[in-house]
């Protein structure tokens, strides 16, 4: 280890007993020399918070901040981890060690994505698992209304599918549905705009439908973006004064 001239020969110069070991330089740093003289600096221990404290919407995490109940005078990072996760963690520790205070953890309703359902859970699902569009819509019309013998025999273009669906008491009409699909699954925390994005809707012979996604994952980065955000407009004060750091 690199000593100052003037700490080398301070230790030089000490004749240490077993009650003297330690000895304390200053800036909070201390050595321990044991009887022939070695001197070895000591790496203190953080205390660290043994769990964090676990929250389930982002204005939880947020009230948490504001009431400056813990770290008060260090500076914080928000890290937006995923789109259903944020952690609050303190800079490094003295052994090297990084304190999580909180985790936020959204609460999202399952859906079945890339599994076919039949009609029934698949209209219970899109009415409660979805936020209403025009794309929603025209799907829960076809499964809600599928004439179920005609499937089989559905028009199929590799793109779009024809289905046959009721159109009155006695009769049915064809219709063409569209392919993509844009949806807006609940994915992230209920504060912030859900993120739409595109989906390959199919059916088979039941009736059973699915929603396969294709925009290769990027709603992801934009539901970060939205959290991301939506924490900076409700912290602005909170990032200025205690120097929390915001990453996405």
Same mark, same amino acid.
């Given at each position: 280890?690199?000593?100052?001239?003037?700490?080398?020969?301070?230790?030089?110069?000490?004749?240490?007993?077993?009650?003297?070991?330690?000895?304390?330089?200053?800036?909070?740093?201390?050595?321990?020399?044991?009887?022939?003289?070695?001197?070895?600096?000591?790496?203190?221990?953080?205390?660290?918070?043994?769990?964090?404290?676990?929250?389930?919407?982002?204005?939880?995490?947020?009230?948490?901040? !504001? $009431?400056?109940?813990?770290?008060?005078?260090?500076?914080?990072?928000?890290? *937006?981890?995923?789109?259903?996760?944020?952690?609050?963690?303190?800079?490094?520790?003295?052994?090297?060690?990084?304190?999580?205070?909180?985790?936020?953890?959204?609460?999202?309703?399952?859906?079945?994505?890339?599994?076919?359902?039949?009609?029934?859970?698949?209209?219970?699902?899109?009415?409660?698992?979805?936020?209403?569009?025009?794309?929603?819509?025209?799907?829960?019309?076809?499964?809600?209304?599928?004439?179920?013998? /005609?499937?089989?025999?559905?028009?199929?273009? +590799?793109? /779009?599918? $024809?289905?046959?669906?009721?159109?009155?008491? &006695?009769?049915? &009409?064809?219709?063409? *549905?569209?392919?993509?699909?844009?949806?807006?699954?609940?994915?992230?925390?209920?504060?912030?705009?859900?993120?739409? /994005?595109?989906?390959?809707?199919?059916? !088979?012979? +039941?009736?059973?439908? &699915?929603?396969?996604? $294709?925009?290769? +994952?990027?709603?992801?980065?934009? &539901?970060?973006?939205?959290?991301?955000?939506?924490?900076?407009?409700?912290?602005?004060?909170?990032?200025?004064?205690?120097?929390?750091?915001?990453? $996405?």
């Amino acid at each position: 280890m690199d000593l100052t001239t003037e700490a080398i020969k301070y230790l030089t110069q000490l004749k240490t007993k077993p009650e003297e070991h330690i000895v304390d330089i200053g800036n909070d740093r201390y050595l321990v020399i044991n009887d022939d003289g070695n001197v070895q600096e000591i790496i203190p221990t953080a205390i660290l918070a043994n769990d964090p404290l676990e929250i389930n919407t982002l204005s939880g995490m947020i009230k948490y901040i !504001k $009431a400056n109940l813990d770290r008060v005078d260090k500076p914080l990072i928000l890290q *937006v981890k995923n789109e259903t996760q944020v952690l609050l963690m303190g800079t490094l520790a003295s052994d090297g060690r990084r304190e999580t205070l909180a985790v936020a953890q959204a609460i999202i309703p399952y859906f079945d994505f890339n599994n076919f359902l039949d009609s029934e859970n698949f209209v219970i699902a899109f009415q409660s698992k979805f936020v209403r569009n025009n794309d929603r819509d025209i799907l829960l019309q076809v499964m809600g209304k599928v004439v179920e013998e /005609s499937v089989k025999d559905t028009g199929d273009d +590799g793109i /779009s599918q $024809a289905i046959s669906i009721r159109s009155g008491v &006695a009769s049915k &009409a064809d219709v063409k *549905v569209p392919n993509p699909v844009t949806l807006i699954p609940y994915r992230t925390f209920v504060e912030v705009k859900q993120p739409e /994005s595109k989906f390959v809707f199919r059916m !088979k012979d +039941g009736p059973r439908g &699915a929603i396969f996604e $294709a925009d290769g +994952g990027a709603w992801r980065n934009q &539901a970060i973006s939205n959290i991301r955000e939506y924490l900076e407009n409700n912290l602005r004060e909170e990032i200025s004064k205690r120097k929390i750091t915001i990453i $996405a």
